[in-house]
């Protein structure tokens, strides 16, 4: 029996590791904390946030007294922790708001567990969700493997640089079970629209155009959601503790090649002539310190706890834009709030 913390549950991934825990396992009562910032939707978990074993906690990670009621109101065993600010543009903009979530609310959880884990932490496991972004920028060759060192470049990926490393120290010091995975890019359902693939998506949709920052050659490595939420699943039930994995699709694409891509795949959908999208495509201003290229080198959990993707990216990112054309409204309902007040914010200036 176990009462799993999720934090950061009514965001992008962490929608996703909800509902495949509250499905796959009934038998464990999951529990969402989640502050329901700009990025918390809970839209995202109607289709089970009616099912017994789904608790939900309307709780900001910087408030440790609340974070403690949580614990004993739930009789919390085992923490997921992905809340978190996750968009590199907007951490140009407020670093400190990512130094206030993602370092102090993830030492925040870390301080609660401890003390309520602290008759034996063989028993409990701190399993924190990392990002690739740790390691810094590649050149045109090379993976990021499990010991590549930290190189944080953008104040997201420094915050979340502090955060792993607190992580590690809370094992080391306090004997805490602990572990990390340090994913790439995630896309697919529910993906918020200020990130690459679903703001052109949408953009695609209402024939606004594509900003490409700097000369597109930028490279990410992409890996489906549900295929992420697998991984972490597996890592819950079967990773070591202390260990560290990445999570990556072996799936590198040039930013403008997959734009292209994305656009003649949706000319097909939207039943609009042939090349028709692609005029959209608009090079704007770069984003400053913006990381050349990203690649993980996932053999490790591949090798120790047999996972790989299960769709290719063709399927994932075709399975992506029939989810957005078929929810309009979910996307309705996101880009008619503060949205086009970011988008302005965030765009005019980059022309
Ligand atoms: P997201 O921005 O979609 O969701 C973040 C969630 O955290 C939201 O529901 C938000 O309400 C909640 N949150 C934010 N601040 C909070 C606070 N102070 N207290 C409580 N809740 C708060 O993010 P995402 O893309 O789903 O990413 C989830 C995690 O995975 C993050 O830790 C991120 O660093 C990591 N990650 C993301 C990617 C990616 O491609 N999106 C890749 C690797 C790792
Ligand atoms: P993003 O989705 O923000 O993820 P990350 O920066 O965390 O990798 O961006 C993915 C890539 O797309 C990155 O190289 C920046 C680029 N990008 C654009 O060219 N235009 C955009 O409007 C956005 C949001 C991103």
């Known amino acids: 029996m176990k009462n799993i913390l999720i934090t950061g549950g009514a965001g992008f991934i962490g929608s996703h ?134 190189h944080p470049n953008s104040p997201y990926s420094a915050s979340k640089a502090s955060s792993d490393h607190f992580v590690r120290a809370y094992a080391e010091t306090y004997h805490m079970k602990t572990v990390v995975s340090n994913c790439s890019n995630n896309y697919g359902p529910f993906h918020f629209p200020e990130k690459l693939i679903p703001l052109f998506i949408n953009n695609i949709i209402t024939k606004k155009p594509l900003p490409v920052y700097g000369d597109g050659l930028y490279t990410r490595d992409w890996l489906f959601v549900k295929d992420h939420a697998l991984a972490i699943d597996l890592i819950f039930h079967e990773g070591i503790a202390d260990e560290t994995y990445n999570i990556g699709g072996f799936n590198e694409w040039r930013n403008i090649d997959l734009i292209k891509l994305l656009c003649t795949l949706m000319d097909e959908k939207l039943g609009r002539a042939k090349g028709e999208s692609v005029q959209l495509i608009t090079y704007v201003k770069d984003r400053p310190g913006h990381d050349r290229r990203y690649a993980i080198d996932a053999s490790k959990i591949n090798k120790e706890l047999g996972w790989k993707p299960t769709v290719t990216f063709e399927q994932g990112l075709s399975e992506t834009i029939d989810w957005f054309l078929q929810n309009t409204e979910w996307l309705d309902n996101i880009t008619s709030g503060a949205y086009e007040k970011y988008y302005d914010s965030m765009y005019s200036n980059r022309v």
């Open 17 to 150: 590791v909800i509902r495949l825990f509250v499905t796959k396992y009934p038998q464990y009562k999951i529990v969402n904390l989640d502050a329901l910032t700009y990025a918390g939707n809970l839209e995202n978990l109607k289709d089970i946030d009616h099912l017994p074993n789904y608790f939900f906690e309307k709780v900001n990670i910087l408030d440790a007294p609340a974070i403690e009621q949580v614990f004993d109101k739930h009789q919390i065993t085992d923490v997921i922790h992905l809340a978190a600010e996750s968009h590199v543009d907007r951490s140009i903009v407020s670093p400190l708001d990512f130094v206030y979530t993602n370092i102090i609310g993830t030492v925040n959880l870390l301080n609660v567990a401890r003390t309520k884990w602290k008759d034996d932490y063989s028993k409990h496991l701190f399993y924190h969700i990392s990002t690739d972004e740790v390691y810094g920028a590649l050149g045109a060759e090379g993976l990021f493997t499990e010991t590549t060192p930290y």
